[in-house]
C-alpha cells in the first residue's frame, strides 16, 4: 500500500530557530499534500494544502511567513516552522494520497516539535 | 456548528463487546466517508472508507452510510486491547484533491 514518510518524528528546539519537517511519499507520486497539527487529546487542524509546482493553499488563520512549505517534487513536501515559539510545541502530521489507488489519504507518522 | 460532530469519549468496553462509534455531519457535499485509527503519538491509519450511502465490511469492521440522515457509523466485533485507540471519523467532497475534514475522534478502550 501507500507509504508516507514523515522525518523527523520528534525535535526539541531553541526559541527563535527553524525547524524542516520532511513528507515524502515512498511509492506513489503525490501531486498534492496536506499538512495538519495535533494539540493533544484534539483532532487534526488542517494547516494547508502543499501542491506540486505552486503556492500552497493556507487555511484561515495559518501564518503563511511562519509555516513556510515547499512541495518542489511530486513525492517531498516540507514544512519549515521559522522562529518557533514554544507555543508552537505541537504534534505535526502529513498526508498524501494516491491517486491510482482506492480513495483515502495515507498519513505520515507525525513530528513531535517541542519549542524550548 | 461544526460541519463534523463526533463524540469524544471516552469510551471503555470489555474485550468481546460490539463497539459502536458514530458521526454526524451537515455538509451535503461530502461523498467520501473514512475512518481512521490512530494510536497515541502516531500518525491516523486509515481503517475504512465509503463512496455515498451504503455498507462496507472488513473482517471485524464494519462502515455504515446514511447520507439522508447525514450519520455515519463504525462498527467493531470482537473487540480487542488492541484495538484500544482514537477512532477518527473524515469525509471530503467528491474531488480528489479536497481537503479532508475529521471530527474531533472517540477514546476507545478494550478492558481485558
Known amino acids: 500500500g501507500a507509504v508516507v514518510s514523515q522525518h523527523p518524528s520528534r525535535v526539541i528546539c531553541k526559541s527563535g530557530t527553524s525547524v524542516k519537517i520532511e513528507c515524502r511519499s515512498l511509492?506513489?507520486?503525490?501531486?498534492?499534500m496536506f499538512w495538519y497539527r495535533q494539540f493533544p487529546k484534539q483532532s487534526l487542524m488542517l494547516m494547508a494544502t502543499?501542491?506540486?509546482?505552486?503556492?500552497?493553499?493556507?487555511e484561515q488563520g495559518v501564518e503563511k511567513d511562519k509555516f513556510l512549505i515547499n512541495h518542489a517534487s511530486l513525492t517531498l513536501s516540507t514544512l519549515t516552522v521559522t522562529s518557533a515559539h514554544p507555543e508552537d510545541s505541537s504534534f505535526y502530521i502529513c498526508?498524501?494520497?494516491?491517486?491510482?489507488?482506492?480513495?483515502?489519504?495515507?498519513f505520515g507518522s507525525g513530528t513531535r516539535l517541542t519549542v524550548v | 456548528q461544526k460541519e463534523v460532530e463526533q463524540d469524544p469519549g471516552p469510551l471503555s468496553v470489555p474485550e468481546g463487546a460490539i463497539v459502536s462509534l458514530n458521526c454526524t455531519y451537515s455538509?451535503?457535499?461530502?461523498?467520501?466517508f473514512m475512518w481512521y485509527r490512530q494510536y497515541s503519538r502516531k500518525g491516523p491509519e486509515l481503517l475504512m472508507y465509503?463512496?455515498?450511502?451504503g455498507n462496507k465490511e472488513d473482517g471485524r469492521f464494519t462502515a455504515q452510510v446514511d447520507k439522508s440522515s447525514k450519520y455515519i457509523s463504525l462498527f467493531i466485533r470482537d473487540s480487542q486491547p488492541s484495538d484500544s485507540a482514537t477512532y477518527l471519523c473524515?469525509?471530503?467532497?467528491?474531488?480528489?484533491?479536497?481537503?479532508?475534514?475529521f471530527g474531533s475522534g472517540t477514546r476507545l478502550s478494550i478492558r481485558p
Open positions: 511509492d506513489f507520486q503525490a501531486t498534492t
Open positions: 498526508s498524501a494520497r494516491d491517486s491510482w489507488a482506492d480513495y483515502g489519504y495515507t
Open positions: 465509503t463512496y455515498s450511502s
Open positions: 455538509n451535503s457535499a461530502f461523498q467520501y
Open positions: 473524515a469525509m471530503s467532497p467528491y474531488s480528489s484533491a479536497s481537503k479532508i475534514i
Open positions: 502543499s501542491n506540486e509546482g505552486s503556492k500552497a493553499t493556507y
